[in-house]
């Protein structure tokens, strides 16, 4: 069965960083798309509608929602395709939420970053 396990998140002050990983277990391949999606943490919506933060294909290709472009990054371990990580700069408030990682219609149960001082 196919998982995914993220890793990474807490509290940071603004102008902080923090370095998300997520882990793909139970396939029979590798190098699937994967991405970040997040959500408020007092939010409740369904997994469809939230809010795209970063994708990765097989073949490194990336792309970044316009309100982290020039901060995150997203990019795959070189040993291990099936983990990707999201780097994440000059953090601000407003990119508290609910950080879940996707890939192949599989969702992860998601990790908490809150930026706050």
């Known amino acids: 069965q196919v998982r995914l396990v993220e890793s990474g998140g807490g509290l940071v002050q603004p102008g902080g960083s923090l370095k998300l990983s997520c882990t793909r277990t139970?396939?029979?391949?590798?190098?699937?798309?994967m991405g970040w999606y997040r959500q408020a943490p007092d939010e409740a919506r369904d997994e469809k509608s939230r809010d795209l933060v970063a994708t990765i294909s097989g073949a490194g290709m990336t792309k970044y929602a316009d309100p982290v472009k020039g901060r995150f990054t997203i990019s795959r371990d070189n040993a291990d395709r099936d983990t990707v990580y999201l780097q994440m700069n000059n953090l601000t408030p407003d990119d508290t939420a609910v950080y879940y990682c996707?890939?192949?219609?599989?969702w992860g149960r998601g990790t908490l970053v809150t930026v706050s001082s």
């Open positions: 996707y890939s192949g219609n599989f």
């Open positions: 139970g396939s029979i391949f590798s190098g699937y798309t």
